[in-house]
């Protein structure tokens, strides 16, 4: 069975080109639906079959809030008919993807042994921002069990320049 990032994946790109024009309050409305979804008792609802697709589409709908444009409620009817919005979380994330590489930006989580001055912040953004062609959004955390240096995650990049992950690669070679 396919995981539900690859069930994911052809439903946030027809919900990406149903919302040209309109990709902040879909992607709003997909992340409210998204967390409906995930409530334990939305969720043990999706797996009870005397329930309709149809009334689990309009439960969705209602819990993500009444203000949903009638396109985004046929999404989730479409989710809900096809027995898909289990996968709704996924759906959102690669609606996110899509839409930030429309607009040119990427999230990228930083690591680091211990944090970052605003000034480290922007000349890391900068140097990214030159890599990957992107505007790039930090989001930075600290672990001390890094030892020393950082670890980036930009999508499908990662860049671990932590001591801890140099240690590991060390480790790793010598007992090969």
């Not at 080109?17 to 639906?33: C, D, I, Q």
Request: aromatic share 2%; net charge positive.
């Amino acid at each position: 069975m396919p995981d539900k990032n690859t069930i994911a994946r052809p439903y946030a790109k027809a919900a990406f080109e149903a919302a040209r024009g309109r990709l902040a309050p879909w992607s709003e409305a997909l992340r409210r639906a998204a967390r409906a979804v995930a409530d334990p008792r939305v969720e043990a609802l999706l797996h009870d079959p005397r329930i309709p697709s149809e009334q689990l589409a309009e439960l969705v709908a209602a819990v993500a809030g009444p203000s949903l444009e009638p396109a985004t409620r046929n999404f989730i009817r479409v989710l809900a008919e096809n027995h898909r919005l289990g996968c709704l979380a996924e759906v959102s994330a690669r609606f996110e993807d899509l839409k930030a590489q429309a607009e040119g930006t990427i999230e990228v989580e930083v690591i680091s042994a211990c944090a970052l001055s605003e000034t480290q912040q922007g000349m890391l953004a900068a140097a990214l921002e030159r890599r990957l062609g992107r505007t790039v959004r930090l989001s930075c955390t600290h672990d001390p069990a890094l030892i020393g240096g950082a670890s980036v995650r930009a999508g499908d990049l990662v860049i671990d320049g932590s001591l801890r992950g140099r240690l590991e690669r060390v480790a790793r070679a010598l007992t090969a």
